[in-house]
């Protein structure tokens, strides 16, 4: 039984990436506790890269905002999915602010041991997400953790554009896989 966080980055709540996360939560809760944390409702400033976590106790970050209770949330986490929509090639800016704040040396007490993607675009452009893949390899090599899986899924557009999209099944199934 792993504890799962599933990062969603659209404020669109019954988005496209909404609803894939949705599925895929939904078969990973068959073996596992997953918690779904959208940037649609919390509130997390940038990093502003003082520093000072490096040398304050616990290495917390001096902003009291939303970020607390997600350090504390990915404390106790096995399995972190990144879902979100692509923007401008990369992942949203506001599931990268959720990001950089894990630049806290806080982040070498977590016990994260897998990733998993879960993007969503509206283009039907062969190479959409190989900026973010690329970006996601790196992430695994550089801190040693292995992928669950990707689920990618094209030309969506609206909200609930992705109904219907055999995505939803690919992604229900890759979280029924985990246990
Ligand atoms: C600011 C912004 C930037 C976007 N950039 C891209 C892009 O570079 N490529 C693309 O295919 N779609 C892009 N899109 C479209 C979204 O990825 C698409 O509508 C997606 O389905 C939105 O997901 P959501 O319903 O979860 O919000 C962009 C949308 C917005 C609002």
């Known amino acids: 039984m792993n504890n799962i966080i599933v990062l969603v980055g659209s404020m669109r709540k019954n988005g496209n990436t909404a609803l894939l996360a949705q599925s895929f939560a939904k078969g990973a809760s068959k073996n596992n506790n997953v918690e779904i944390i959208s940037v649609s409702d919390v509130n997390v400033n940038p990093c502003i890269g003082c520093n000072t976590c490096f040398s304050r106790e616990g290495n917390k970050c001096f902003q009291n905002d939303d970020m607390t209770k997600i350090y504390e949330k990915l404390q106790n986490a096995d399995i972190v999915i990144i879902a979100s929509p692509v923007y401008f090639y990369s992942i949203s800016a506001s599931l990268k602010t959720i990001i950089d704040r894990l630049h806290t040396p806080m982040r070498n007490t977590f016990k994260i041991k897998k990733?998993?993607?879960?993007?969503?675009?509206?283009?039907?452009?062969?190479?959409l997400f190989d900026p973010i893949i690329m970006q996601y390899q790196m992430v695994l090599d550089f801190f040693k953790l292995e992928s669950i899986g990707t689920v990618l899924v094209s030309c969506v557009k609206d909200p609930g554009d992705i109904n219907g999209n055999p995505a939803l099944q690919e992604a229900y199934e890759l979280g029924a896989s985990i246990y």
């Open 115 to 127: 990733l998993g993607l879960l993007l969503v675009g509206a283009a039907n452009l062969q190479n």
